[in-house]
T-cell receptor
Framework: EAGVAQSPRYKIIEKRQSVAFWCNPI?????LYWYQQILGQGPKLLIQ????????DSQLPKDRFSAERLKGVDSTLKIQPAKLEDSAVYLC????????????FGPGTRLTVT | SQQGEEDPQALSIQEGENATMNCSYK?????LQWYRQNSGRGLVHLIL?????REKHSGRLRVTLDTSKKSSSLLITASRAADTASYFC???????????FGPGTRLSVLP
């Protein structure tokens, strides 16, 4: 079974530029999560999708971050414009259904904003 | 917001010894999960324990849950160098659907 795929693995941009991350969850997984993990901290949930609908985006900085999950499969997370404090690893995870099932994580995208 | 808080923040032990990490949380939960993160494999799910369970085992892992004290512990027996990683607990806030991760315990197993 293929795991969660993410790209790119690394990205370096200057502040005020824009960047996009892509995630392909495990086939058949209805729930998709995007997390931000700052160095030395635990992952922080940014947004959760159930199929192509948003379940929770309460911690997503909506003035600069946006995410979509077209057709309930792949997802894209965008930052525009980026700030220095956005430097982090962005993790995508999927699960069969929300809450009670284990989450499978992708390798993450390490973003550096200079 | 951070729900789970792991303790200690860092732990260093010799190979073969047991490692115990603790997690405390604030609100009522349905489930608690433990995850491991190392540079080679990213975040990996270890074990899920439901609020009506008190103890679960998986190989060399033993997890306990005390809902009256709002705490959980993860015991790794006969540790190996490959167990070197950060360990996170994740809880669902107020019976919610989303898991909130704590800051993690960094475990170093020395050969």
């Amino acid at each position: 079974e293929a795991g969660v795929a993410q790209s790119p693995r690394y990205k370096i941009i200057e502040k005020r530029q824009s960047v996009a991350f892509w995630c392909n969850p495990i086939s058949g997984h209805a729930t998709l999560y995007w997390y931000q993990q700052i160095l030395g901290q635990g992952p922080k949930l940014l947004i959760q999708f159930q199929n192509n609908g948003v379940v929770d985006d309460s911690q997503l900085p909506k003035d600069r971050f946006s995410a979509e999950r077209l057709k309930g499969v792949d997802s894209t997370l965008k930052i525009q414009p980026a700030k220095l404090e956005d430097s982090a690893v962005y993790l995508c995870a999927s699960s069969l259904s929300p809450g009670t099932y284990e989450q499978y994580f992708g390798p993450g995208t390490r973003l550096t904003v200079t | 917001s951070q729900q789970g808080e792991e303790d200690p923040q860092a732990l260093s032990i010799q190979e073969g010894e047991n490692a115990t990490m603790n997690c405390s949380y604030k609100t009522s939960i349905n489930n608690l999960q433990w995850y491991r993160q190392n540079s080679g494999r990213g975040l990996v799910h270890l074990i899920l324990i439901r609020s009506n369970e008190r103890e679960k085992h998986s190989g060399r892992l033993r997890v306990t849950l005390d809902t009256s004290k709002k705490s959980s512990s993860l015991l790794i027996t006969a540790s190996r160098a490959a167990d070197t990683a950060s360990y996170f607990c994740a809880t669902d806030e107020n019976y919610g659907q989303n898991f909130v991760f704590g800051p993690g315990t960094r475990l170093s197993v020395l050969p």
